[in-house]
């Protein structure tokens, strides 16, 4: 995995660092894609709330479950995508988001991005740290925003570093022009001693909450 730090480096190893990034962005969006045509006898449903629907499916990355979350959002794809990209906005509404650092912008729509998050059921799930390629561009008539862990050798003591494996959203219109569809897949090693059933219930609760609190935040800041 593609090694990420912040010691200077000459002209030739930006240019070459940029090649790898932008490779393994191209790498990821065809993943993301392949997730889309997955069958659906594959999937079982984990949690289902009114507005949003999450499934697993064991995960072919690792030894945990790719899970699949689908709902609407009352926006329109590039605003709902504003608010979910690595940035400022994205921490003033993601409550499970304590910390968020972009490390180095690579492109336009690509960074790398180190993030912290809150425990979870009552820090049976202690806070956890990630860094990841994020890269977001135009899908069909809406967008999608992808992420993967890179590695980088520095970590904040007393956080668990996790690794993301193939994640990201879909963001498409609907027929209803006030509406968008969103659908999500996210499959994330926690690392750690933890039960699979309080990881299956951290992740289905919190994908449920996702979706709830980015419609919240479209709808306390208006276009």
Not at 166 to 182: K, N, Q
């Amino acid at each position: 995995m593609t090694e990420i730090n912040n010691r200077r480096k000459s002209p030739s190893s930006e240019r070459i660092l940029a090649n790898t990034m932008g490779s393994l962005s191209l790498q990821l969006r065809e993943t993301l894609v392949s997730y889309l045509s997955l069958n659906e006898t594959e999937w079982n449903i984990a949690k289902k709330s009114k507005d949003v629907t999450v499934w697993r499916k064991p995960s072919d990355e690792f030894g945990g479950f790719l899970y699949k979350a689908e709902g609407t959002v009352p926006d329109n794809p590039r605003r709902i995508i504003e608010f979910m990209i690595p940035g400022p906005r994205r921490m003033q509404w993601d409550s499970l988001m304590t910390s968020l650092e972009i490390v180095k912008t690579l492109d336009e729509g690509c960074c790398v991005v180190k993030y912290a998050t809150a425990g979870q059921l009552w820090n049976i799930i202690s806070p956890r740290e990630f860094v990841d390629l994020s890269y977001t561009c135009d899908y069909q008539r809406g967008l999608m925003s992808c992420g993967v862990s890179v590695h980088h050798p520095e970590q904040n003591p007393g956080l668990v570093r996790g690794f993301n494996h193939p994640c990201g959203w879909f963001c498409v219109p609907t027929e209803d022009p006030a509406l968008s569809a969103l659908t999500g897949f996210i499959q994330t090693d926690l690392k750690g001693r933890i039960p699979q059933s309080a990881v299956d219930s951290a992740m289905a609760a919190g994908l449920v909450r996702f979706y709830r609190e980015l419609t919240l935040a479209l709808a306390a800041e208006p276009p």
